[in-house]
């Protein structure tokens, strides 16, 4: 989320725009040899790569259509990178690769294998949410670009179903948006996309109101007063404050009972629908979540 300019005091809400869904044909699976792999590694101080290695002399469709149904859930939160053994073996004698598939993390130019063979893909989400859970304490937190089908997305075209809400948008109102994106819900409560939707729009309605400057003192004074600490989270978020937003409101989790840290918890999970379930901040904060709950 960019960072949004605070003027006056007030807060200039045109600067803060919800995420747009992926683009039709998305994907956040790319194709790698010899020639581009070093290109494609240089990646990798910006966001995790999850590398898998595979042969077309003995491919495995169906270990494959795994990683990448994972890959495009997770959204951006790493990008899979695919490289045929036979046709990149340069890659494969340097790092001496002596089987495949193997699926291999990279952090910061630095490979970190995290599973030989085929598995399942309950299994193989568990592996890659651990990188992920490495990126977000080492700060690396940036998100993949999607590769894009031009011909898929032509194909596609933009989804109907979020013409009202965009159009809601597109105008400013971000209450009649919020009204919008309940529709789609109670159709279909297990829409995320509408979920993420609505989370932002309401973020950009509590901001339409709030003082800066009195919301800062407000959360200074008491940090167990939980209005005071989610205006200020709504704050940090929409200033691109990710980690301080999360961690504001799960100290305040600690601090109240009842009703109060209900409410926390609550806000707290809709801010993650904000960012996006994949997100690395998100993961972290899940755990730090759960330590404060129990």
Do not use: C
Request: a negative charge.
């Amino acid at each position: 989320m960019s960072s949004m300019p605070l003027r006056g005091g007030a807060i200039d809400l045109s600067a803060l725009k919800p995420t747009p869904p992926p683009p039709p044909g998305a994907s956040w699976v790319v194709e790698a040899d010899d020639q581009s792999f070093e290109s494609v590694l240089g990646l990798s101080m910006q966001h995790p790569l999850v590398l898998e290695f595979w042969s077309s002399r003995a491919p495995d469709p169906q270990f494959a259509a795994t990683l990448t149904e994972l890959a495009n859930e997770a959204a951006g939160a790493y990008l899979l990178v695919r490289i045929d053994v036979d046709r990149a073996p340069t890659i494969a004698q340097a790092l001496q690769i002596q089987s495949v598939p193997l699926v291999v993390g990279v952090l910061g130019g630095q490979l970190a294998p995290l599973f030989q063979g085929t598995t399942d893909k309950a299994t193989a989400k568990g592996a890659i949410d651990q990188l992920l859970q490495v990126a977000a304490t080492n700060g690396v937190s940036g998100k993949a670009q999607p590769v894009v089908d031009p011909n898929a997305a032509q194909a596609a075209g933009p989804d109907p179903r979020f013409d009202a809400a965009d159009a809601a948008l597109e105008r400013g109102d971000f209450a009649a948006a919020v009204e919008e994106f309940d529709k789609l819900l109670e159709a279909n409560p297990a829409d995320s996309e509408a979920a993420a939707g609505r989370a932002q729009a309401a973020l950009m309605v509590r901001l339409g109101g709030a003082n800066p400057a009195e919301v800062k003192a407000k959360a200074d004074a008491d940090p167990a007063d939980v209005d005071a600490q989610l205006a200020m989270a709504d704050l940090e978020l929409a200033s691109g404050n990710v980690a301080p937003a999360f961690a504001r409101i799960i100290e305040a989790i600690r601090l109240t009972v009842g009703d109060d840290r209900e409410r926390a918890r609550k806000r707290l999970l809709e801010l993650f629908e904000t960012v996006g379930a994949s997100d690395p901040a998100v993961l972290k904060a899940r755990r730090d979540l759960t330590s404060a709950l129990f």
